[in-house]
């Protein structure tokens, strides 16, 4: 029998993304003047198997480090695949009128709310709500969390309440928040306050309780103080696992903000998209979808920026 003939990977996944790209630019030009561009999603579609397929297909090489330019290039390369298919579903009419806007429409969304001003102010103002409600959460959050960690009676006492509240969804307390604090921050404050804490708390102390002994031991014969051994041993010893706790904290506190402004305030990136969708502005809905998501990327880099610190990254290696 003839040996089979297989392509490798990146052959098929240039393939793929060159069929697409063409199918979709030529619906792009040629959508505005005839009207029959349905049979074009044959290609795209095929394209997209073949992308699938050599995706499929790569090798498992996890253990090797990615470049520096990869890093970069390879998020820019699928971010620009999906708004080529974004584009060109918008140039087949795939969306019935009035529901999915188009990039154009979004960017000329974009560049309205930059010239007056309202998406800085909105940024400004999301991003104050959940500095002051996710640095108090983290203050309170992180001795109790020691604390639990470190003694069992505590643990035992707090641990079921604790887990209790931290499984109420944040959106549930939006009616006691606006009772409580009424309408503007505080009551956003207050829920992003309510999202973090109990997550802080339980990293924390799984953390402090996953401590080895044998430091504390050291420290005994060392005739280390309280003092000492909290600010030597134990907060160095928790400080990668609650860098990453942290990180997880800063985006579910950014996800809740939205939440929170779409029923308590009258400012914010949530409150643009939930006033957008009210006059119908599907447009503007969009770019506050892509401000928020943005933020968030930033947000998230740089708590893993801060996971790099060698004083912290030596809990990662051990």
């Not at 003839?2 to 069929?19: F, N, Q, T």
């Not at 309440?161 to 505080?186: C, E, H, K, M, T």
């Not at 809905?285 to 401000?291: E, K, N, S, Y």
């Amino acid at each position: 029998m003839p040996a089979r003939v297989r392509s490798k990977p990146g052959v098929e996944i240039a393939a793929g993304g060159a069929l697409v790209a063409i199918a979709v630019t030529a619906a792009a030009i040629v959508g505005d003047v005839y009207e029959g561009t349905g049979w074009l999603l044959l290609p795209i579609f095929l394209g997209l198997g073949l992308l699938i397929h050599g995706v499929a297909r790569l090798p498992h090489d996890t253990k090797v480090p990615l470049s520096r330019i990869a890093e970069w290039v390879l998020p820019i390369l699928c971010a620009c695949v999906i708004l080529t298919a974004w584009w060109g579903a918008s140039a087949l009419n795939m969306f019935p009128p009035g529901t999915v806007p188009g990039p154009a429409e979004v960017g000329d969304a974009f560049r309205a709310e930059v010239a007056s001003g309202r998406l800085f102010a909105d940024m400004i103002a999301s991003l104050y709500r959940v500095s002051w409600g996710f640095l108090s959460a983290v203050m309170l959050a992180v001795p109790l969390g020691l604390v639990i960690g470190r003694h069992a009676a505590t643990r035992a006492a707090l641990m079921p309440l604790i887990n209790f509240f931290r499984s109420l969804s944040p959106i549930a307390w939006i009616p006691f928040a606006i009772v409580w604090f009424g309408v503007g921050d505080p009551p956003a404050i207050a829920i992003i306050f309510i999202a973090t804490f109990f997550q802080v708390v339980l990293a924390t102390a799984a953390a402090a309780a996953s401590v080895p002994k044998v430091y504390y031991k050291v420290a005994e014969d060392l005739g280390l103080r309280s003092r000492a051994v909290l600010f030597q041993i134990t907060l160095p010893a928790i400080m990668p696992q609650l860098v990453t706790a942290l990180r997880v904290a800063i985006g579910v506190a950014w996800m809740v903000v939205v939440a929170a402004e779409m029923i308590a305030v009258r400012s914010g990136l949530g409150f643009l998209i939930v006033d957008a969708r009210n006059g119908l502005r599907m447009d503007l809905v969009v770019c506050g979808m892509i401000t928020i998501g943005t933020i968030g990327i930033g947000l998230d880099v740089a708590f893993a920026r801060l996971a790099r610190i060698p004083s912290l990254r030596w809990g990662f290696e051990r």
